[in-house]
């Protein structure tokens, strides 16, 4: 079956460090695939979009790595800092439908 | 720009009762998504509105329904409310299908 799988597991780290979050997928095709950030009770707010041709995107703290053969994409944030604690979802367009297939997001807690 | 917006914030209901929420996009977008979030479950699409049509489904019963009118505002309705429909409704628009997502700040359903 279809599935997006990221970690599970709540990440902590120390201020300053960089924090690495993954997003596997099995059976996609993805022609891109976007990341987000969600705070608690508010909406996903948008952060990046990686394209299938692309290797790597870069924004700012951000960079998104996005590798077709082992269907994965990584999601790093340098120089963390404690406002970047939140819960981080990456989502795949998949299909011609132009469907977004969404992953259940996993939580960053950034330490000071 | 102004953003999405999402009307009523908070809602609560009684088993039985139907329920419906709107979704104003931002101006120039003809998507507009609609999702279900809980804790359990995370983002689980519900229906996606393109130009006044639903382009996309997602796996909800029928009890869940939507519509788009041609100023791209969207209403959505369940109807016969189970105790399981508590959850946070998220209304989204892009440009298009499948394209960056811009949320609104949700609806906090509850059903008592």
């Known amino acids: 079956s279809q599935k997006i799988e990221q970690n599970s597991e709540a990440l902590n780290i120390q201020e300053g460090k960089t924090a690495t979050l993954t997003c596997n997928y099995t059976n996609y095709s993805p022609a891109y695939l976007q990341w987000y950030r969600q705070d608690p009770g508010r909406g996903p707010v948008f952060l990046l979009l990686?394209?299938?041709n692309e290797k790597e995107k870069r924004k700012e703290r951000l960079k998104v790595t996005f590798d077709t053969t082992l269907k994965q994409s990584l999601f790093h944030i340098t120089a963390s800092q404690p406002a970047d604690s939140a819960t981080y979802l990456c989502?795949?367009?998949?299909?011609?439908?132009?469907?977004?297939?969404w992953g259940l997001g996993t939580s960053l807690a950034v330490n000071p | 720009k102004a953003g999405v917006t999402q009307t009523p914030r908070y809602l609560i209901k009684t088993r039985g009762q139907q329920v419906t929420l709107s979704c104003s996009p931002i101006s120039g977008h003809r998507s507009v998504s609609w999702y279900q979030q809980t804790p359990g479950q995370g983002l689980q699409f519900l229906f996606e509105y393109f130009s006044e049509t639903q382009r996309n489904k997602g796996n909800f019963p029928g009890r869940f329904s939507g519509r788009q009118f041609s100023n791209s505002r969207s209403e959505m309705n369940v109807s016969t409310l189970e105790l399981g429909d508590s959850a946070l409704y998220l209304c989204a628009s892009s440009l298009d299908s499948g394209g960056e997502q811009f949320f609104g700040p949700g609806t906090r359903l509850t059903v008592l």
């Open positions: 989502a795949l367009h998949a299909g011609n439908n132009r469907k977004l297939i």
């Open positions: 990686i394209r299938e």
